[in-house]
Nanobody, 124 residues
Framework: VQLQASGGGLVQAGGYLSLSCAAS????????MGWFRQAPGKEREFVAA????????YYADSVKGRFTISRDNAKNTVYLQMNSLKPEDTAVYYCAAKRATSGSRYNADDYDNWGQGTLVTVSS
């Protein structure tokens, strides 16, 4: 599956952004989808994930209650709604697809396909 992330930009603290990740390929609807982010000088970190049906969602503690992940399998798209943004949310955000049931949804190494990343900058 090929992934294309979009929706990043510059926003003030307390504001919101909505990211989208469009997928091509047959395996999207059966893949767990995740969002990760990488700030300058830091390792890539887990943000959120959603199972194939959209029923189960998972969040990093740092974004819980502020971010919402969702998906539309008919449109082959996964979304990340980000509210109450903080300067520490500044990072390049990546969407990723995980096909295998083994491995961890929280571990970037266990994902099979990655989008190109979209930059989110939150000013104070």
């Amino acid at each position: 599956v090929q992934l294309q992330a979009s929706g990043g930009g510059l926003v003030q603290a307390g504001g919101y952004l909505s990211l989208s990740c469009a997928a091509s390929g047959r395996t999207f609807s059966t893949s767990l989808m995740g969002w990760f982010r990488q700030a300058p000088g830091k390792e890539r970190e887990f943000v959120a994930a959603i199972n194939w049906s959209g029923i189960s969602t998972y969040y990093a503690d740092s974004v819980k209650g502020r971010f919402t992940i969702s998906r539309d399998n008919a449109k082959n798209t996964v979304y990340l709604q980000m509210n109450s943004l903080k300067p520490e949310d500044t990072a390049v955000y990546y969407c990723a697809a995980k096909r295998a049931t083994s491995g961890s949804r929280y571990n970037a190494d266990d994902y099979d396909n990655w989008g190109q990343g979209t930059l989110v900058t939150v000013s104070s």
